[in-house]
């Protein structure tokens, strides 16, 4: 059971334009989502968080959007540079004190061409 | 400062075999925790360990286990190898697994099965 999905399992967008990732998830205990973004061979970058107190999170080109009744989340990028291409990993964090779990959908590979 | 390390970077064993992946944190990180990445799907979750205490544990058989030393180190450990073992093996470290402290992660061990 995928509580936290990613169904597009690729992207490609043009160079200057905006890069919208989308995630779904399931379980209303999620407290915290975390956008990770990956090269290949190397393990995952922390990019952006957002609570699930707030709907939106800027930090530079990077804003996650949360709409917690429809249970989905978004990460913009903007402007698209061609170093984003990377795959990009929603997570959520659920749990108490220092038992929390984080738990990751599948990925989206983005590309962007120059 | 150093982020996470992992060793070794690769490795080859055969089906039956044991084998032991070591990881250390980010210095004044207490939490380490482990997952295996298989091509085309998101990190799944193994262990996770705080203060030299087991946190969590995902849904892996018993041949896996882990544990997190006085300096925060951890090791994991798989017995009698199966080729299904085959995968990305990361080791990710945080200050604290409370709120929505990301996680940092190292580039990984690449487990082959032969």
């Known amino acids: 059971d995928q509580q936290v999905k990613q169904n597009s399992p690729s992207l490609s967008v043009q160079e200057g334009r905006i890069s919208i990732l989308n995630c779904d998830y399931t379980n209303s205990m999620f407290d915290y989502f975390l956008w990770y973004k990956k090269y290949p061979a190397e393990g995952p970058t922390f990019l952006i968080s957002i609570s699930s107190i707030k709907d939106k999170n800027e930090d530079g080109r990077f804003t996650v959007f949360l709409n917690k009744s429809a249970k989905h989340l978004s990460l913009h990028i903007v402007p698209s540079q061609p170093g984003d291409s990377a795959v990009y990993f929603c997570?959520?964090?659920?749990?108490?004190?220092?038992?929390?779990?984080?738990?990751w959908g599948l990925g989206t590979s983005l590309a962007v061409n120059p | 400062d150093a982020g996470v390390t992992q060793s070794p970077t690769h490795l080859i064993k055969t089906r039956g075999q044991h084998v032991t992946l070591r990881c250390s944190p980010i210095?004044?990180?207490?939490?380490v925790s482990w997952y295996q990445q298989v091509l085309g799907q998101g990190p799944q979750f193994i262990f996770q360990?705080?203060?030299?205490?087991?946190?969590g544990r995902g849904n892996f058989p018993d041949r896996f286990s882990a544990r997190q030393f006085p300096n925060y180190s951890s090791e994991l450990n798989v017995n009698a190898l199966l080729l299904g073992d085959s995968a990305l093996y990361l080791c990710?470290?945080?200050?604290?697994?409370?709120?929505?402290?990301?996680?940092?992660f190292g580039d990984g061990t690449r487990l082959s099965i032969l």
């Open positions: 210095s004044g990180h207490k939490s």
């Open positions: 360990y705080y203060e030299k205490e087991e946190r």
């Open positions: 997570a959520a964090k659920y749990g108490a004190g220092n038992n929390r779990k984080l738990i």
């Open positions: 990710a470290s945080s200050w604290t697994l409370e709120g929505g402290q990301p996680q940092h």
